[in-house]
C-alpha cells in the first residue's frame, strides 16, 4: 500500500489555502449535522513517528466545538491496562454517539510494534488481525464511521525532522527513542506497515494513506477526507448489515422445555454441600489470583427465578478484594449512546479477578429484541457480535460462565404472588415484571435462540433448574469450580 | 474456514419441513418486492464436487417465476471466453435489477482449480484475488446482493456418492475427472479451499458454509440465508458507501486550459503523414494479430471535437475483420439496469483484436454527473472503479489508449454554426448539443477531474488538440503506433 503508490499532488499555495478553508469550514458545519444524526466518528491516526499526527490533530479540532471531540493519545498501555484484553483500552474510548474521538496512534501501533520487535509469531499475528478486523467491523456495522489515517514520509524526510528537533534543546524530548529505532530501520517497519495496511484494508474502514511531507498538506488531506467521509455517512441512515454466519464451534444445547426442572436437593445435603464448594471456591480464588486468571460470570434468567440468591452464594466465598458484582439495569443515556457492548467492555475485571454480571449484554437479544428497542438487523447479528466478544475474553484467557437461570411459569407465578403479599418483598416486584409475565412464549423463544446461537464451545451456556433455589446454588458452585479449575 | 466449524444442526423431519415451506413461501413473496426495489441478486454456488449444487439451484428456483431469474453453468472456459479478460465472462452474466442469477460454480472454481494444478504462481495468486475481491465489491457498492455458498461435504461422503453414481449406468455421467481428482486430493483441496474462502471473506459479500450431507437441509439452508439476505437488501435503499483512495500510480497531467491549442498542420505535410502512418499502423495490426495482443482505443471530447473523423482516420488502416466500433450512446433499458460498466465488459475485443469506442466509460463522471444520472456517491466512487476496470484489462495484456479531444469554446460555436447552417451537416447538430455547451464550464471542471483522476500509468489519457483536425488525427496515429509498439 505504501510503495508505488502515487500521492495525491500537493496543490499551489493560492490553492491549498481555499481549499484548507472550505474543507475547515465544511468540517465546522458538520459537527451539528453530526449531532443531530446522532454519528459517532472515530478518527485514528496512525503513521512513522515525527510525521505530524499530533499536529494535524491539533489543526483539525481547531474546526470543532470542545463539547463535541476528544484527543486520545494511547502510549505504552499501563500496568492496569496490560492486565485488560488487549482490544479493551480501544473499545472504551470509542465516541459516543454525535461526538469525534481523534486516537493519536492505537491498535496499529500496538500490533505492529509487537511485530517489529519479533514478540508476535505468525499465529499470534493472524489472531490480532482477526480481532481488529472484528472490531472494526462491529463498529461500523453498528453505524460508527471509522476513518484511518497513515501519515507518510520517506526516510530521509524522516531523518532530516529527527536531526532537526534533536538540535534544539527545545524540541529534543519530541523525538522518542521509537522514532530513531524506526528510521534506522526504516524498510524493515515499511514492510510490516505495508503488510498491516494490506491486511486490514477494508471497504467499510478503508486506509487513507496521507502524504505528510508538508503539514498543511497533509491537513488539507485529513480534512477533505474526514468532511467527504461524514457527508457519506450521514446519507446512510439505519443501515443493514449482511449477517455473517457464525465460525465458531457451538456445544449443542437443549430447549428449555426440554429440562426437566423436578430436580432438588434435600436441605442437610445442601448445607454441607454448600460449605464444602465455598471453602473450595475461596482456596481457588486465591489460586487464580496469583496465576492472574480472570474470570467473568454471567447470569441470565426468569424473573424471581433466584439469580439474586444464588450469586450471593458465591459471592459470600470470595474476597471482597478481587471480586465485582455489575448489575445490569437499563443503560444510561451515556451508555446507550455507545455501541452496546461498551458498557462491558469497560467493567471487565482484571486478570486475576472475578466479575460477576446480574444479567449481561444478552440483553441485546432479549429485551432489546422483544422490546424493539434495537432494530430487527441490530439483534440478529448481535449473536455474532457476542461470540466474537467472547472470543476476546477467551483468547485473553480469561474463564467465561454463563449461566441461565430457569423455572416454569407456574414457579414464577408462585414467587410474584409470595413477594406481592410479603411487605418486606414488595420492593422486588413491579409492573414490569407482571409485563414481561405475559410475554413468556416470546422470550422462551428468544432464550431458546439465545442459547442455542452462542453456546460457543469457549463459552457454553449452562443451565441453573431452580424451581429448587438449593439445587441451582449448589450446581452454579460446582460449575464454576470446575471451570476455574480447568483453566487453572 | 472449513476446518473446526460447526455446522448448523439438521433439525427434526417436522421442523425441518415446516422451516422449508416457509422459507420457499417467503422467497415466492419476496420476488415481487425485488422487482418493486430493482434489487440485483447474484447467488453464486461453489463446493465440492457431488456436493449437491445443480439440485439444490433446481429445487430453490421453483419458487421464482421464470422470468425473474437465470441460471448460469460456467464449465472449462470456450476458447472464446479464454480470449477475454479472466472475469469478463463473470461480469457479463451479472442480474440485471430486479432478477436474480444463480451461477453453478464460477470464479472460486476456476481459481482454486488453477491453484490445485499448480498454474498459478503466488504472485499470479494474489492478483486473481485482489481482481476478485475488487469484482465482487464493485458489485456491492453498486448496490448487488451477492450471496456465496460453499457446499461442503467430508471425504468420505464425497466417496461415497461417487461410487453411487459410477454405479448406475444412469448417472455414471455425473462424476467428472475434477470430481474423482478431488476425492483423491481431499485434503490439498480443503487447504486450497480453506484459504480462499478466507482471504475472500468480505463482510459486504460473506461465505455461507452448507452443510451438504442432505439435499433438503442444503436446500433449507441456503433458503433461509438467501431470503435473510433479501430482506436486509430491501432495506437498505440508496447507500452510500466510503470512497476508497486511488492507490494506482498516476501520470501528473496539465489542465485543460493550460493546453496551448494553436498549434497545426500544412495540408501537404498531412497527406504524407497520414499515408505513412496509416501504411505502419496496417502493418502493427497484422503484427497484432500474430501476437494476440487487445487494444481498445477509447475517444472522448467536446461535440463538434472532431472525434468521427478522427476515429475514421484510424479504421481506414485497419483490417476490417480485427476491429470494431462501439458507438456509446445513452444506454439501453436493459443495460440501465445493470452495472454501468457492464455494456463495456460485454463490448471488449478478443485478444488481437482492437476496439474503439466513441465515447466510452467516462460518461459517469461528465454527463450522468453533470446531469444528476446517478448519485454523487456513484461517480465520485466511478473514478477508482475505472481504474480497477483498466487495471483488469492491462493485467489481461490489453494495450488501452484513452484520448480527450480538445477545442476550445470559440471553435464549438464555429462548427455548430456550421453544422446548423449546412443542409447536410444539420442531422449532426441537436438540441442536446446547445444545452451541453451552455454547462461548458461544468463540464470542463468534471473533464479535468477525471483527467486528473483516472491518468493511471497503466492507461493515462492523450489529449488531441483539435482545433486543427489535421494534427490532432496525426497525433492520435503517432500515440496509438506508439503505444502498440511498445506493447509487441
Known amino acids: 500500500m505504501l510503495k508505488d503508490r502515487t500521492m495525491a499532488e500537493k496543490p499551489e499555495e493560492a490553492e491549498l489555502k481555499a481549499r484548507l478553508s472550505a474543507a475547515r469550514n465544511r468540517l465546522a458545519a458538520q459537527q451539528m449535522q453530526i449531532k443531530e444524526h446522532k454519528l459517532p466518528v472515530l478518527v485514528l491516526m496512525e503513521g512513522w513517528g ?5 499536529s494535524t490533530i491539533g489543526q483539525v479540532i481547531r474546526n470543532i466545538d470542545p463539547r463535541f471531540f476528544k484527543v486520545v493519545s494511547l502510549e505504552k498501555a499501563t500496568e492496569e491496562e496490560r492486565r485488560k484484553p488487549f482490544l479493551s483500552r480501544y473499545f472504551t474510548n470509542i465516541p459516543e454517539a454525535g461526538k469525534f474521538v481523534f486516537l493519536d496512534s492505537g491498535w496499529m501501533d500496538e500490533v505492529t510494534k509487537l511485530c517489529l520487535h519479533e514478540k508476535l509469531d505468525g499465529k499470534a499475528y493472524e489472531m490480532k488481525i482477526d480481532s481488529i478486523r472484528r472490531f472494526e467491523r462491529q463498529l461500523t456495522d453498528n453505524g460508527y464511521l471509522v476513518l484511518k489515517f497513515f501519515f507518510h514520509i520517506g526516510e530521509k524526510e524522516q531523518k532530516k525532522r529527527i536531526d532537526s528537533l534533536l538540535e534544539d534543546i527545545d524540541t529534543k524530548w519530541r523525538v522518542s527513542d521509537s522514532d530513531k529505532w524506526q528510521n534506522k530501520h526504516y524498510d524493515k517497519c515499511m514492510e510490516v506497515y505495508d503488510r498491516y495496511l494490506e491486511v486490514t484494508n477494508a471497504p467499510s474502514a478503508p486506509w487513507y494513506i496521507v502524504d505528510a511531507k508538508s503539514r498543511k498538506w497533509a491537513e488539507l488531506q485529513v480534512l477533505e477526507t474526514l468532511t467527504e467521509g461524514i457527508d457519506i455517512a450521514l446519507q446512510n441512515s439505519a443501515l443493514a448489515v449482511p449477517l455473517l454466519q457464525n465460525v465458531f464451534p457451538l456445544v449443542k444445547m437443549p430447549k428449555l422445555e426440554e429440562i426437566p426442572l423436578d430436580v432438588m436437593m434435600e436441605e442437610e445435603e445442601y448445607k454441607e454441600e454448600l460449605d464444602r464448594l465455598q471453602e473450595h471456591l475461596r482456596e481457588l480464588h486465591n489460586r487464580l489470583y496469583r496465576k492472574q486468571v480472570p474470570v467473568i460470570i454471567a447470569y441470565e434468567g426468569w424473573d424471581a427465578a433466584g439469580k439474586g440468591g444464588n450469586i450471593k452464594r458465591i459471592t459470600e466465598a ?3 478484594r478481587g471480586f465485582e458484582v455489575h448489575p445490569i439495569a437499563s443503560p444510561e443515556p451515556h451508555e446507550k449512546a455507545r455501541h452496546y457492548l461498551w458498557r462491558f467492555w469497560s467493567r471487565l475485571p482484571k486478570t486475576g479477578h472475578i466479575a460477576i454480571f446480574d444479567r449481561s449484554w444478552y440483553g441485546r437479544v432479549m429485551v432489546e429484541r422483544l422490546e424493539g428497542f434495537c432494530s430487527e438487523n441490530d439483534w440478529k447479528r448481535a449473536y455474532n457480535e457476542m461470540n466474537e466478544f467472547e472470543k476476546e475474553l477467551s483468547d485473553w484467557g480469561a474463564v467465561i460462565i454463563k449461566f441461565w437461570v430457569q423455572i416454569d ?19 422486588k416486584i413491579t409492573d414490569e415484571d407482571w409485563r414481561n409475565r405475559e410475554k413468556w412464549d416470546a422470550y422462551e423463544a428468544a432464550v431458546n435462540e439465545m442459547i442455542q446461537k452462542t453456546s460457543t464451545v469457549y463459552a457454553p451456556w449452562h443451565i441453573l433448574e431452580s424451581v429448587d433455589k438449593k439445587y441451582a446454588r449448589i450446581k452454579a458452585l460446582k460449575i464454576i469450580i470446575e471451570e476455574i479449575e480447568k483453566a487453572l
Open 50 to 54: 515525527t510525521a505530524g499526527k499530533g
Open 318 to 320: 470470595l474476597d471482597p
Open 409 to 427: 411459569k407456574d414457579t414464577q407465578l408462585q414467587r410474584f404472588e409470595l413477594r406481592q403479599n410479603t411487605p418486606e418483598k414488595r420492593w
